[in-house]
């Protein structure tokens, strides 16, 4: 495998991945580059999201595709936002709405835990019978009121508690390493080691 699109327009997500996979001899391309549409995103699990999304854009490209999905899952919501982390509040997308619902609805509640869960999946092909599959997770609080600058999305919600910081406070650097994705993002990597040894 010399190459693989990633099935996402999120720059960030594109700049760790292809430095992430350098070491390997892997480059990664956008699907941007290729005018692939998003994909349908119809499932309740992450997995599935995510193998949905990397099939559509191996079918589409003709190369090898990965492909994350990831949110909060908040516990005493049954999990919720999950899936719908990013559109929770509707559409369009805001972090600042969904943040918003996110405090109305654990408005009172003692029980703040909450996780963020990252899931990959790398088709070879479209058809890919055996996707590799690698899942992260991030255990944390959900705060009353925002802390910090950096992140996105829930991160000034979200305490670390071992750290007594926000996701929105840490260094991009320590995020990287703690967090759900760049928990899955090395276990992928350990994955395609092991294939190519």
């Not at 908040?74 to 943040?99: C, T």
């Amino acid at each position: 495998m010399k190459q693989l699109v990633l099935a996402s327009g999120n720059a960030g997500k594109l700049k760790e991945l292809a430095a992430l996979l350098a070491p390997l001899g892997i480059e990664v391309l956008p699907q941007s580059a290729f005018n692939v549409s998003e994909a349908e995103e119809p499932h309740p699990s992450f997995i599935e999201n995510a193998i949905a999304k990397a099939r559509h854009a191996a079918r589409a490209t003709g190369l090898p595709a990965l492909a994350d999905d990831s949110g909060l899952c908040v516990d005493v919501l049954g999990g919720a936002p999950g899936v719908l982390s990013a559109r929770f509040a509707g559409e369009p997308k805001s972090d600042q709405r969904n943040n918003a619902l996110l405090l109305e609805r654990l408005a009172g509640e003692t029980n703040r835990r909450a996780r963020f869960y990252c899931a990959l999946a790398l088709v070879r092909h479209a058809d890919d019978p055996q996707p590799l599959i690698a899942c992260g997770e991030w255990h944390g609080q959900i705060l009353d009121t925002p802390r910090g600058q950096e992140g996105f999305g829930y991160d000034p919600l979200f305490l670390v508690t071992e750290l007594e910081q926000t996701a929105a406070e840490i260094p991009s650097e320590l995020k990287n390493m703690l967090s759900h994705r760049g928990n899955a993002f090395r276990q992928l990597l350990d994955k395609l080691r092991a294939e190519a040894a």
